[in-house]
């Protein structure tokens, strides 16, 4: 084999190893996509549920006041 043959193999080899983790790393980035979605979604969801605390919180101020006041 002459050394171009040699390189040739080489870089064959090595651009199949690089395509190899090129789509593992491509899934990998999908899947890490998607959790960056759902964590997201997550901390959307607590922030509603925060300010649906504090209307309740309020709430229970006003009929706790009102009772007080009717006393």
Known sequence: M???NVV???LQAIRGVLEE???RLDR???RLSS???TVGFIYAGAG???NVMQALSRCV???ER???DER
């Open 21 to 23: 983790h090129g789509e």
């Open 35 to 37: 959790i960056e979605h």
């Open 48 to 50: 509603d549920d925060h």
């Open 2 to 4: 002459t050394d171009d």
């Open 8 to 10: 040739i193999k080489h």
């Open 28 to 30: 990998i980035e999908t």
């Open 61 to 63: 101020d006003r009929i």
């Open 66 to 68: 009102r009772e007080n």
